[in-house]
């Protein structure tokens, strides 16, 4: 789909190498460039110290480009990257001022290139130092998270949520910039920003009139018991997701479960007891069987042993 493309990918961690995935997961040509002593963070030193799952991440997220180690100290390291950008259609860059005037990715001197830079920043209104969680604390969604908390330690989101989303943003602004560039055959740059997307992508999930309304329980965290989690008898899990009227009806006759119609959005702990009960008694296994061939919006979640 993006076959002939080229793009330079200066960025490291998450946002800006899953933005290069999903453009090389669509055919563009990726070269992520690094530095040869300090490489991704996710690979060497930092977040790999501290726990290798972020080398793994780092295997799945680059895995399909090419990746080109350089000296980012060398006296020729302009002319090194002059010649990686003949030809590129797109750049990404997460770098500090002093880094990009030294390697000669300025706007200065990108300014006569026919090319379409995204930039990557923290926020365009808050302090520049930010992670995922904090732009998801800024922007109050975290507020649903720790809604219905009273323990003195609470775990994050189990998804990087807004990293994710900032990716996705980077790679839809690379190519809406490229398409400009190309129509103009000049120099396009934007700046994408993880606080400032995740509020726009977030938004509407929990908008302004939700938020002034106090509202904190929805369907998709578990307002209900048609949606929700279940234990089985086995210590497994089972998510049922049977919010249309032929789902629920399907469900109740095939595990007999004592909740009519109505009452699925019902939400006394009476009505979530009464649906939990009846998994309780059943292994994952069990489940699983009586569920074979039927569309039920039922699956297992089975625990990592």
Not at 170 to 180: D, H, S
Not at 202 to 208: D, E, I, K, R
Request: proline share 4%; hydrophobic share 40%; with cysteine.
């Amino acid at each position: 789909m993006l076959k002939g493309i080229k793009i330079l990918d200066f960025t490291h961690r998450l946002p800006g190498p899953l933005a290069g995935k999903i453009l090389s997961d669509m055919g563009a040509e990726v070269i992520k460039i690094e530095d040869i002593k300090h490489k991704d963070p996710f690979l060497s030193g930092a977040f790999s110290d501290f726990d290798k799952s972020f080398e793994n991440w780092y295997e799945e997220l680059n895995k399909n480009k090419q990746v080109v180690r350089l000296d980012f100290k060398s006296p020729t390291i302009k002319d090194d990257i002059k010649k990686l950008l003949v030809g590129a259609q797109g750049l990404l860059l997460s770098l500090s001022p002093k880094l990009k005037a030294s390697l000669g990715l300025t706007d200065e001197e990108l300014k006569d290139l026919p090319i379409a830079v995204v930039e990557l920043e923290a926020s365009s209104t808050h302090n520049k130092a930010m992670h995922d969680l904090n732009a998801l604390a800024i922007s109050g969604y975290l507020s649903l998270h720790v809604a219905h908390e009273n323990d003195p330690i609470v775990a994050p989101p189990f998804m990087p949520v807004a990293g994710i989303a900032f990716g996705q943003q980077v790679a839809t602004q690379i190519l809406a910039n490229i398409i400009e560039s190309m129509r103009t055959k000049g120099f396009v740059k934007s700046v994408s920003y993880l606080h400032d997307t995740t509020d726009a992508i977030l938004h509407p999930f929990w908008s302004s009139t939700l938020r002034s309304q106090k509202k904190t329980k929805f369907l998709h965290n578990g307002a209900y018991p048609c949606y929700s989690l279940y234990r089985t008898l086995d210590g497994q899990y089972v998510a049922v997701a049977a919010v249309e009227d032929k789902f629920w009806l399907d469900l109740k006759e095939t595990f007999s479960i004592d909740l009519p119609l109505e009452r699925r959005f019902e939400t006394s702990d009476k009505a979530f007891d009464a649906v939990a009960a009846v998994f309780a008694k059943l292994t994952a296994d069990e489940i699983e069987e009586r569920t074979q061939n039927k569309e039920l919006c039922l699956s297992i979640v089975r625990k990592i042993s």
